[in-house]
């Protein structure tokens, strides 16, 4: 008997077997075979977040309207030259979120993080912590020394006093993608909205972090 041959013969086996065992599980009432227990005791995981959800859209909307802000007000500006004198690096950076703070004057929170995008945020992260990465998103958010009371203001200069964190890199795949003049920073149990080159608070959304300090609200 050629090897083709005896392939062929294995798989009706297998068939006639899988077909058996259904019918007797069938008869005796007990329903399908039983499955892997590996296979059972997996814990259900979330559907991935949406990230074209209208709540994300919102959110990277704004964003880029922001940007564009910023990069009209930094034109208006004498280009910063190479230079390792970090005072002139500093005084470039307070004058740009000086004239953004005077192009934006009426900004408040929840201009940027919508009610619907911080429905999605809510998800997404909730999503990143409960799942397989979930211990080390947690490590990463508590790093930071715990902060009792954090007192942010929309449209100022981040607080040279208070310490933030970075968002880990596995809920930043979560999370809508962010251009290069922004960044997300964990505060606490705040999510910010960061201009990085001004060090400028855009927005900010509250208690969306699960660490052990909570903020005051």
């Known amino acids: 008997m050629n090897t083709r041959s005896r392939s062929a013969i294995q798989v009706r086996s297998a068939v006639l077997i899988a077909v058996v065992v259904s019918v007797i599980y069938a008869s005796t009432g007990q329903g399908s075979p039983p499955q892997n227990p590996q296979v059972q005791n997996q814990p259900?995981?979330?559907?991935?977040?949406?990230?074209?959800?209208?709540?994300?859209?919102?959110?990277?909307?704004?964003?880029?309207?922001?940007?564009?802000?910023?990069?009209?007000?930094e034109a208006t500006l004498p280009k910063l030259k190479a230079t390792n004198e970090p005072e002139l690096i500093v005084a470039h950076q307070k004058m740009l979120a000086r004239k953004i703070k005077?192009?934006?004057?009426?900004?408040?929170?929840?201009?940027?993080?919508?009610p619907a995008a911080k429905e999605d945020f809510v998800k997404a992260i909730s999503n990143e912590f409960q799942?397989?990465?979930?211990?080390?998103?947690?490590?990463?958010?508590?790093?930071?020394a715990p902060l009792q009371k954090v007192h942010l203001h929309v449209n100022e200069i981040y607080p040279e006093s208070i310490p933030y964190t970075s968002v880990p890199p596995t809920m930043l795949q979560k999370l809508p993608k962010l251009p290069e003049e922004v960044a997300y920073r964990a505060v606490s149990s705040d999510l910010i909205l960061l201009d990085v080159k001004a060090n400028l608070v855009v927005d900010y959304v509250r208690g969306v972090l699960p660490v052990e300090a909570q903020n005051g609200q």
């Not at 209208?54 to 880029?64: C, I, K, Y």
């Not at 005077?102 to 919508?114: E, L, M, N, Q, S």
């Not at 990465?133 to 508590?142: D, E, F, G, L, V």
């Open 44 to 73: 259900a995981q979330n559907p991935p977040p949406d990230l074209k959800s209208p709540g994300f859209q919102e959110f990277s909307d704004r964003v880029q309207k922001y940007v564009q802000l910023h990069k009209f007000v």
């Open 102 to 114: 005077a192009a934006r004057a009426h900004a408040k929170r929840g201009d940027i993080f919508t």
């Open 131 to 144: 799942g397989p990465q979930a211990s080390h998103a947690k490590a990463t958010i508590n790093q930071g």
